[in-house]
């Protein structure tokens, strides 16, 4: 990724499409904590009504901090998760003990008040004081799980880890504030859960949607028990005829057809792995030339992603068979006679309604 022109066009995007919110308005800190505070379990839209409403009943943290419990909850409710603002009341009123009013400025100071975990103390110190601290939640992994293309399950230590790094590198020194409050919108706006990547002002540089596996990043928590596997499957076409072979008996689906393939190992590229398998398995060595889809299917505990690539191989190809009863060149004309395991049935039938195979596949 080019990490300069990407934090260009995110900052480019956010400039002209930022929500108009209140606290957004000068960056006052203790407008931004309590936006943060408010904000948590709580959509945006909720909370502004909320935020205006407590902004004219307690104007700064003084005010705040001398109010009774009584009165912060009657105006807390509806935002229910009553103990944030049991710890509001509480954190106002040690910083106007500790910190004679005014909000602390470093980051250790924000985290030590009540209510404050790691990722509010990164919003704080970012948005209200324009310190280069990560704030990552879980629109920023989503996003940086598809820009980077990472096969990491969402929520996960590892993904928020590798988020961190990536925020850290491409965050510019000038514009902490602006960059992590760009990545929360692009994750919440465009990059949703259901991405809308035709509006997305880094499209350019997101490699989940170069490779065609915008829903795949990040992975779904795996339920226990649930094994994900990445698969690479080729089609070679000789002469317009296309390589099958037939499954062993005491595989997976004994006697069924299939293309060759395999499993992806760690560190290989779809491409890499193909012509690994079609080695292995037919002493072929054949070319990955284009992608023809990606084919999601599920059996007992596994989910499988498959990338599925045309190929071609140089000279007069003789497969010999290492993981296959036998196997031969069909007509794809013939293909429907042969029986195949469902991902590659969902293959032929993306076959069929490509252009790339409409000679090749007329019956
Ligand atoms: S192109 Fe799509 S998947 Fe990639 S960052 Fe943009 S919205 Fe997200």
């Known amino acids: 990724m080019d990490t300069n022109a990407f934090t260009q066009a995110l900052l480019d995007w956010f400039d002209a499409n930022r929500r108009d919110l209140p606290w957004r308005k000068g960056y006052d800190p203790y407008h931004v904590w309590m936006s943060e505070i408010m904000a948590q379990q709580t959509q945006m839209d909720r909370v502004v009504p909320y935020f205006r409403r407590w902004m004219e009943r307690f104007p700064d943290i003084r005010a705040l901090a001398g109010a009774d419990e009584e009165t912060v909850l009657k105006l807390w409710e509806g935002l229910g998760y009553y103990s944030r603002a049991k710890n509001v009341l509480k954190a106002a009123r040690l910083v106007v003990e500790n910190h004679d009013g005014r909000f602390p400025d470093s980051l250790d100071a924000i985290r030590e008040l009540p209510g404050v975990g790691e990722y509010t103390a990164g919003a704080i110190a970012s948005i209200a004081f324009n310190l280069p601290e990560p704030c990552i939640d879980a629109n920023v992994m989503r996003v940086f799980a598809r820009m980077d293309d990472l096969s990491l399950a969402a929520g996960t230590g590892e993904l928020k880890r590798e988020a961190e790094r990536l925020v850290r590198s491409t965050m510019p020194e000038d514009r902490p504030r602006d ?64 390589l099958i072979q037939k499954r062993r008996p005491d595989d997976v689906w004994p006697g069924l057809w299939e293309f060759p393939g395999g499993v992806m190992e760690e560190g290989e590229s779809p491409e890499e792995t193909l012509v690994r398998e079609y080695r292995e398995e037919t002493e072929l060595s054949i070319c990955p030339e284009e992608k023809i889809t990606v084919v999601r299917y599920a059996y007992t505990r596994f989910r499988v992603t498959m990338h599925c690539y045309l190929c071609s191989c140089p000279g007069d190809p003789a497969p010999v068979f290492h993981e296959a009863t036998e196997g031969c060149f069909v007509a794809p004309s013939a293909l429907s006679e042969y029986a195949f395991p469902s991902g590659h049935r969902k293959l032929l039938q993306c076959m069929e309604q490509d252009i790339r195979f409409a000679t090749l596949l007329i019956r």
């Open 179 to 242: 960059f992590n409050q760009a990545l929360m919108e692009l994750g919440a706006l465009v990059c949703r859960k259901k991405p809308l990547c035709d509006l997305c002002p880094v499209q350019p540089y997101c490699a989940a949607h170069e490779a065609n596996v915008v829903w795949d990043r990040p992975l779904p928590k795996a339920k226990k028990g649930t094994v994900r596997i990445e698969m690479v499957t080729g089609v070679l076409v000789h002469e317009g005829r296309v």
